[in-house]
């Protein structure tokens, strides 16, 4: 998908020293990939002590010796 889009120089200019890429498409990619893939680790984190998975610590660790 093309995109026509005005990014400040010298955001874009810090961009490209950050992902040392060559591109400006290839740092806005880097930016893009990097950001989304931050926000579903943040997502993950957020579920943590908050997902009732059935299982206490202590049944998994007898299910890991069981074998």
């Given amino acids: 998908m093309k995109t026509?889009?005005?990014i400040q120089d010298d955001l874009m200019n810090e961009l490209l020293k950050e992902t040392e890429?060559?591109?400006k498409k290839e740092a806005v990619i880097t930016a893009i990939k990097t950001y989304l893939s931050?926000?579903?680790r943040q997502r993950l984190a957020s579920l943590?002590?908050?997902y009732e998975f059935g299982y206490t610590a202590q049944d998994l660790e007898r299910m890991?010796?069981?074998g």
């Fill in 64 to 66: 890991r010796t069981d």
């Fill in 38 to 40: 931050l926000k579903k």
């Fill in 48 to 50: 943590i002590g908050n």
């Fill in 4 to 6: 026509l889009i005005d």
């Fill in 21 to 23: 890429v060559k591109t």
